[in-house]
């Protein structure tokens, strides 16, 4: 008898530590995950008010002021809509660091009243940006827009698993092809969240997964190749038109993000792979371009990486608060070019 009370008294004891780790990690490490809302205008985003806390790699709070839109530090003013993916979501800096904010602030010092509307999106591709251009345009009306790029982002507008992807059919053509399982609706309405996994519930064990699988693929190319087709690099020069049709006469600036610099099995690679997909990018020519790639190299030169955070691999993953600081000024610098 006394030891079932004994095992029961430690069972208990054991279930108040779990848990109080458990309140830590979401309060210090990683907030559960987002809950979505269909929007009239925008399809699929995180519901406005949304407060993530990021800690796995990098250290960040992100705020979503309205659906899908992160906070940026004013309001008012011309409007600039800001697509990209999770380099522009920028979850692992602080809401100060993103390059949308170090934009917004820097052109504010210059008499220049711009409101950057940031609608980054994890995951997203070319094929996202060509789907949210009619309800973008419609809630914002913007005066600029501005879209951040990578080559996996031109690569996976292709792969036929996503949502939002364009076809390459036998006759050379392309098509865009929504799925229609994420669709706009009349009104905001919260998507219901299904967990299959403890891990989803549990911001402790995800936390401890993730980290678990970072090292074991440390010098792993994460992004998959399945369902996109190989001649996919001739049509992007189309699929880059189709974009440019898409938001009409608005001006656009297109940030082209390279993979370089970056830490390879502790060699440092200034060799950017996505130039020839840049190249075909660049040759819209009523798009204005930024290719930071210089600026980069120049900093990491220093022994400054604009890559990599204190807790993931170094010069790898994300870019850090060194290259969006970079990215930002060159962003306000366009920004001025263009509306003055």
Not at 61 to 89: F, K, R
Request: glycine share 8%.
């Amino acid at each position: 008898m006394d030891q079932l009370k004994y095992f029961l008294k430690m069972l208990g004891w054991l279930t108040v530590f779990l848990l109080i780790v458990e309140l830590g990690a979401r309060l210090l490490i990683k907030s559960p995950t987002p809950y979505n809302v269909n929007d009239p205008t925008l399809g699929l985003v995180i519901e406005k008010g949304t407060l993530v806390l990021w800690g796995e790699e990098g250290y960040g709070i992100t705020y979503y002021q309205d659906y899908g839109e992160v906070a940026t530090p004013y309001s008012g003013g011309e409007n600039i809509l800001v697509l990209g993916d999770s380099n522009t979501a920028a979850w692992q800096v602080l809401q100060s660091q993103k390059f949308t904010s170090v934009a917004e602030e820097t052109i504010r010092t210059k008499g220049i009243y711009v409101d950057l509307h940031n609608l980054g999106l994890p995951s997203a591709t070319i094929a996202d940006y060509f789907y949210l251009a009619n309800g973008a345009i419609e809630k914002y009306n913007p005066s600029l827009v501005v879209i951040e790029l990578t080559y996996f982002q031109a690569r996976g507008a292709f792969n036929s698993n996503r949502n939002n992807h364009f076809k390459i059919n036998q006759d050379g053509s392309i098509d865009f092809i929504h799925l229609g399982n994420i669709k706009k609706t009349d009104q905001p309405e919260r998507v219901q969240v299904k967990y299959n996994k403890f891990c989803n519930f549990s911001t402790l064990s995800s936390t401890i997964r993730v980290i678990c699988e970072r090292t074991s693929n440390l010098f792993v190319d994460i992004e998959s190749s399945e369902g996109i087709p190989n001649n996919w690099k001739d049509k992007l020069p189309d699929v880059a038109m189709e974009l440019r049709g898409a938001y009409q006469n608005i001006p656009m600036i297109i940030i082209l993000l390279p993979n370089a610099p970056v830490i390879t099995k502790d060699t440092l690679k200034l060799d950017d792979a996505g130039d020839i997909v840049y190249n075909d990018l660049s040759n819209i020519s009523d798009w204005h371009i930024i290719y930071p790639l210089p600026e980069f190299i120049a900093t990491a030169e220093q022994g400054i990486m604009p890559r990599g955070f204190y807790n993931s691999a170094p010069g790898t993953g994300h870019i850090n608060s060194v290259g969006h600081e970079i990215i930002g000024k060159m962003l306000a610098s366009s920004i001025e070019d263009i509306l003055r």
